[in-house]
């Protein structure tokens, strides 16, 4: 293992670490010496993911792995989990969310699926950042206090990484109570990304990163195909005869997880490299998100995607509506 590579001594928070994405961040996290602790609502995948990461770790006898049972929807019960642990999380991993359960038509959904998603995917990540803010701060805070007494302790990076989904860049027909909630939760990154830089001091520094993965293959990728609109499957490219030939185009869990760590590891704000998709309609709604390396590549990108590739996508998304209208 490389030097930049050891994570022995950090520990990693992973929200959603049960299943997916979140389960392949933590048995990445772990084959590289971190303490990982996964947190999710039912425990007995919790227990099975626990074991499996056991088994990932660079050095078991030296790390703690754990499992949390808990409602990432409930702010209290996510701030009481987090404050309950023996360590503080270097490492902040928001991987909860999934929208298997509220596919549909806007005018399809029961209000109480728009609810469900919303707290699924966006309440579920701002209430853990929370939580692991205002640990982190309040650590901030002591250790300041102590070290004006003592001799000061190292420099402590702490790091907040939101797993998000490229949904966040357009609205998807049939997925359209998962679109705003992702849509927030980069509105979120984008915000505390400028709150952070007031939290930084010679101890302490805090980074933020958001990625956004397209389509990949994971337990819940299953699940969704069977709830999705036949138009949300034509519009995605996800309209395929077997799940077999669905793998076979979309990334593994274990792929994508490996390129974000990659990508967080190199400091990057936003992490898109999975989809060359994502990549461009990123390029061309960037807002005050900085533009990735030295920005020449998403500023051209960004211009060639609005003025050549937008328009044309749009009305094909819109005839392909037109055509899905007719067969009502």
């Not at 990932?56 to 499992?67: G, M, T, V």
């Not at 701002?126 to 007494?149: C, F, G, H, P």
């Not at 990057?268 to 989809?275: A, G, M, R, T």
């Not at 920005?295 to 509506?321: A, F, K, N, Q, Y």
């Amino acid at each position: 293992m490389k030097p930049d590579q050891d994570l022995f001594g950090k520990t990693a928070f992973v929200t959603g670490g049960s299943g997916g994405l979140g389960k392949a961040i933590s048995n990445a996290l772990a084959s590289r010496g971190a303490h990982v602790t996964i947190f999710s609502r039912r425990l007995g995948p919790l227990e099975v993911a626990k074991n499996e990461i056991v088994t990932n770790c660079a050095d078991a006898s030296r790390q703690e792995i754990n499992a949390v049972p808990v409602d990432l929807a409930d702010a209290g019960a996510v701030s009481e989990a987090f404050k309950s642990q023996t360590r503080i999380a270097d490492f902040l991993y928001c991987s909860a969310g999934g929208n298997h359960a509220e596919n549909g038509f806007f005018v399809d959904l029961k209000a109480s699926q728009l609810d469900s998603c919303m707290k699924n995917n966006y309440y579920s990540t701002a209430y853990a950042a929370k939580a692991m803010l205002e640990i982190w701060v309040e650590n901030d805070r002591k250790s300041s206090s102590t070290d004006t007494q003592k001799e000061p302790k190292g420099h402590t990076t702490r790091k907040l990484v939101f797993i998000n989904s490229a949904a966040a860049f357009l609205g998807i027909p049939g997925s359209v109570a998962y679109t705003p909630a992702k849509s927030a939760v980069r509105a979120l990154a984008d915000t505390l990304r400028f709150e952070f830089l007031r939290h930084n001091s010679a101890m302490t520094t805090y980074t933020i990163h958001i990625a956004f993965p397209a389509d990949f293959v994971s337990p819940g990728f299953r699940l969704e195909q069977d709830t999705k609109p036949h138009l949300t499957k034509r519009i995605q490219g996800t309209n395929l005869a077997s799940f077999a030939e669905l793998e076979k185009k979309f990334p593994s869990s274990e792929k994508v997880a490996l390129g974000v760590i990659a990508k967080v590891d190199q400091g990057n704000f936003i992490i898109c490299e999975d989809s060359l998709a994502a990549s461009c309609l990123f390029t061309n709604m960037t807002g005050l998100s900085p533009k990735r390396g030295l920005g020449i590549v998403d500023s051209v990108m960004g211009v060639v995607v609005g003025w050549l590739v937008t328009p044309v996508l749009r009305r094909r998304w819109e005839r392909m509506c037109r055509e899905d209208g007719e067969r009502m």
